[in-house]
């Protein structure tokens, strides 16, 4: 259908035969205990036979600590969570597509944790909003406990450490680090979730601070040739509208920043990419990346549920785009684009697990 959709790429040397990503979108359909099963890798699989370049996993918990978010969601910690990973991976790749891990840590957001009764966050801030009734959560968050020195230390260790497990032993072509959404390095770089008066507070470049020492730590792990991107968002999951009060200059120092950390891709997602990002600019998130970060490729989520939508991101700041919600009802989108086919509608359970998604969905 389109000239730059289809067109091959590269993430750090990794060839992807097209520029469509399957966005990360949590799933729980996990076991209990965090093992991806063989439901997971029919799911996972499936995008891939559908014709993406590349799946981005939903997010996978780092730690036996603070960091798991929501009930039945997989891990990456234990023998058992990379074995079964390993299983996801092979399947997956198979089709030839590339799978990057996408590793979280839920911060004061946890709503469910096998591991603590408690959430840990940058400071002692209840968070805005309601748990996520879809993914099990019921009323208000917890007040989380403001992190030490020691604790932060641990989080970063526990980032690099599940790197090095989904790439060299479950055998990931990359890692996706979560700073975006509401998340634990999110809550970090959001001005009133974090209130510390140390290093990893104050301005905007101290609060990525946090976000770029996980960067650090991952890339020592799993070296200079695998692949390593960071999602980065203004909006959260509990506070969808949410933007940054540095506007389009705080902007443009935390992408700078993040390619001079040498990742090799952003990923950055709002609501509808396609709108500006500031109601006092007309530029996009995207297109603020694509200036402040010229040598970094730009993944751009949002909304890009047509053919068209997609390519016009190309066309203007992205290097791939990456399907959500549309992805779900269509996880064969890229060949229904390239064929000009009909796309299938959301189905109303689209945010519910996928268990609950039905095979002619799939």
Do not use: C
């Not at 259908?1 to 097209?18: C, D, E, I, Q, W």
């Not at 079964?84 to 911060?107: M, N, P, S, T």
């Not at 700041?317 to 549309?326: C, L, W, Y």
């Not at 189905?347 to 609950?356: G, H, R």
Request: charged residues 20%.
């Amino acid at each position: 259908m389109t000239s730059r959709l289809f067109t091959p790429a590269a993430l750090n040397g990794t060839p992807v035969k097209n520029r469509a990503m399957v966005a990360p979108m949590t799933r729980i359909s996990a076991s209990e205990t965090g093992v991806p099963g063989e439901m997971m890798q029919r799911y996972y699989a499936s995008f891939a036979r559908g014709g993406f370049g590349a799946v981005i996993s939903e997010g996978i918990y780092v730690d036996q600590a603070w960091s798991q978010t929501y009930a039945f969601q997989p891990g990456i910690v234990t023998d058992e969570q990379v074995a079964g990973w390993r299983g996801v991976v092979e399947a997956v790749k198979e089709q030839d597509a590339v799978f990057i891990a996408q590793l979280i840590h839920g911060g004061a957001l946890s709503q469910a944790n096998i591991y603590r009764r408690s959430t840990a966050a940058p400071s002692a801030v209840k968070p805005v909003g309601q748990q996520l009734s879809f993914y099990h959560g019921q009323g208000d968050y917890a007040q989380p406990e403001a992190m030490s020195d020691r604790q932060i230390q641990q989080a970063i260790d526990a980032f690099a450490a599940s790197a090095e497990r989904a790439v060299n032993r479950a055998g990931f072509d990359g890692v996706e680090i979560h700073s975006a959404n509401g998340y634990l390095l999110d809550q970090f770089l959001t001005d009133y979730t974090n209130q510390r008066n140390d290093r990893w507070g104050g301005d905007i470049e101290a609060r990525l601070r946090l976000t770029l020492a996980v960067i650090a730590a991952v890339r020592a792990k799993v070296g200079p040739e695998t692949i390593v991107g960071v999602r980065i968002s203004q909006g959260k999951v509990n506070d969808f509208h949410h933007k940054w009060k540095e506007g389009k200059a705080g902007a443009v120092k935390v992408f700078a920043q993040l390619q001079a950390a040498g990742v090799d891709y952003i990923h950055v997602t709002e609501y509808q990419a396609w709108q500006p990002a500031f109601s006092d600019g007309e530029q996009t998130f995207a297109e603020i990346a694509r200036e402040a970060a010229p040598d970094t490729a730009i993944v751009v989520n949002g909304g890009l549920d047509t053919g068209e939508l997609a390519e016009a991101q190309l066309e203007k700041s992205a290097d791939f785009v990456a399907i959500g919600k549309a992805a779900l009802a269509n996880h064969d989108w890229p060949a229904r684009v390239a064929q000009g086919a009909a796309l299938r509608d959301l189905p109303e359970n689209v945010l519910s697990p996928v268990a609950n998604i039905k095979p002619s969905e799939v």
